[in-house]
């Protein structure tokens, strides 16, 4: 991927997934590898495939499935909703829509720090999204700068890869928390139980940095950072540098005691006024919300994916003397998804 349009597929990438033909290489990560694709109807979705030495887990399956149902059951503005998945075949995938846009740690990285009406619109907005996915019994617990997405219809959050119900036991892999080190809440970092409350901090560790374009416990590995973030009764995070009326909203978001941090619904009414906008909508008017060279960047995503035809022809068919063939046969079990 290149400043954010997808790449082409590698030689050892396949060509399609349980009938979505895969178009090209959107990124990769830890758990595994996502691909744009396209409705029948020609609407772009996000295909994750999930590694294989995850999917050879069967505690991993059981933990996969359960999420992708919790995130089913989530929806909301700006919220990147799961719109297909396989949670039993021989490699799990799901889909989501796909959002034209780039990840918020690429942004600040290219072109750094965003304006402060712009982080306190993001931040009202992801505060919104929250106050759906807790609205629905369900802690996200890795809100981080590479799971929102900056587009020209606002911020979207996605990956509920890790989510979980609220009522659930923590879960951990290989004796590790799961979630980002460096946007973990003190309760999160120490594996306490965690409540809505992480989520928001999370949010305003991602505000923080978004607006000065620094991690607001400083730099270092995610672990130590994370250490810090665990010990911030003894060293809160840097907030002098940050503008008013945004510093005095981190630090709310940013308490060491989860009681202490506003709901994210809260979170979301203090950007509203403070940005003067008229109502819960006044929060989503985009025109002109992001920085010029960010904007172009998304402008070029945008046409680099825009809709297909609406014709569905596979570029892919195995053939019988293909030594492919047999694993194609079975992936591609499921009819692809319809426009509705």
Known sequence: MQDGVPGPLRADDPREISGYVLRGRVGAGGMGTVYLSHTRGGHPVALKVI????ARSAEFRVRFAREVAAARRVSGYHLV???????????????????????????????????TAAVLRLSGCLAGALDAVHGAGVIHRDIKPGNLLLAASG???????IARAADTRTLTTAGRLIGSPKYMSPEH??????????DV?????????????????GRGHGLAVAARIADTDREPPRLDHHPEPLRGLLRRCLAARP???????????????????????????????LPDPVASAVARIETATRPRPSSYTPTYVPTVRDPMAAEWNRRVRRTPLQDR
Do not use: K, M, N
């Not at 590694?51 to 995850?54: D, G, K, S, V």
């Not at 911020?155 to 890869?161: A, E, Q, V």
């Open 259 to 289: 009681e202490e941090r506003p709901a994210a619904r809260e979170v979301a009414e203090t950007c509203r006024r403070a940005l003067g906008a008229d109502g819960d909508l006044g929060l989503r008017v985009f025109t002109g919300w």
């Open 201 to 217: 901090f999370a949010l305003g560790l991602l505000a923080a940095e978004a607006a000065a374009g620094e991690h607001p416990y």
């Open 155 to 161: 911020p979207w959050l996605l990956d509920f890869g």
């Open 51 to 54: 590694r294989r030495e995850y």
């Open 189 to 198: 970092a120490l594996g306490r139980p965690l409540t809505p409350a992480s």
């Open 81 to 115: 909703p799961v719109v297909d998945h396989d949670t039993e075949g021989p490699q799990p995938w799901l889909a989501t829509h796909y959002v034209p846009g780039l990840p918020l740690d690429t942004v600040i990285g290219t072109h750094g720090p965003l304006p």
